[in-house]
Antibody
Framework: EVQLVESGGGLVQPGGSLRLACVGS????????MSWVRQAPGKGLEWVAN????????YYADSVKGRFTISRDNAKNSLFLQMDSLRPEDTAVYYC????????????WGQGTVVTVSS | QTVVTQEPSISVSPGGTVTLTCGLT?????????PSWYRQTPGQAPRTLIY???TRSSGVPDRFSASILGNKAALTITGAQADDESLYYC??????????FGGGTKLTVL
């Protein structure tokens, strides 16, 4: 069974940092693009970042560019999101998702991890 | 700045047919944008319904179909059931690695 499990969420003060992790199982992790998508409380989905299977290409939403960094460790089937200079508007559930580059869509989603930015 | 538009809410009667749409504030949606559709119930992660404009994801019943209608992407549900009540999001691939979600449509079956 293809599965994605996120971790690392929590409460952080504005201006602080947090690192999210996502572990994939049941598929050849190193062969897939991976992504982060977030959802603020009571709001819709927002694509955050994509990362190529070999880490060679990365893309970010304008709202996080320059503050967030997506990375991966294929040896550990893991995806990461380093979030710096956090703002209250970054408060959201962060989902890890498998990106299918051929079809430009997400085919598998994790259950999400909650990030709260507040003083 | 281009925004992906969806109806905020739509109602359908049980057994009825309903179409949700996905447009752009600037321009028309075409297969070039590779529209995809996702469903989310409260407190749950999204689930993929449709990808590449009109291909159903594994396990999605054929009551769900999608297409391009005019200048928008469209998701049609035939024979609506009570458990179809959910939030539905479309997503468009804008190019250069960028994807945009619509604001979501809350579907009520009553």
């Amino acid at each position: 069974e293809v599965q994605l499990v996120e971790s690392g969420g929590g409460l952080v003060q504005p201006g602080g940092s947090l690192r999210l992790a996502c572990v994939g199982s049941g598929f050849m992790f190193r062969s897939y693009w991976m992504s982060w998508v977030r959802q603020a409380p009571g709001k819709g989905l927002e694509w955050v970042a994509n990362l190529k299977y070999d880490g060679g290409e990365e893309y970010y939403a304008d709202s996080v560019k320059g503050r967030f960094t997506i990375s991966r460790d294929n040896a550990k089937n893991s995806l990461f999101l380093q979030m710096d200079s956090l703002r209250p508007e970054d408060t959201a559930v962060y989902y890890c998702a498998r990106w299918i580059q051929t079809y430009r869509d997400f085919d598998t989603w994790g259950q999400g991890t909650v990030v709260t930015v507040s003083s | 700045q281009t925004v992906v538009t969806q109806e905020p809410s739509i109602s359908v009667s049980p057994g009825g047919t309903v179409t949700l749409t996905c447009g752009l504030t600037s321009g028309s949606v075409s297969t070039h944008y590779s529209p995809s559709w996702y469903r989310q119930t409260p407190g749950q992660a999204p689930r993929t319904l449709i990808y590449s404009t009109n291909t159903r994801s594994s396990g999605v019943p054929d009551r769900f179909s999608a297409s391009i209608l005019g200048n928008k992407a469209a998701l049609t549900i035939t024979g609506a059931q009570a458990d179809d009540e959910s939030l539905y999001y479309c997503m468009l691939y804008m190019g250069n690695g960028i994807s945009l979600f619509g604001g979501g449509t809350k579907l009520t079956v009553l």
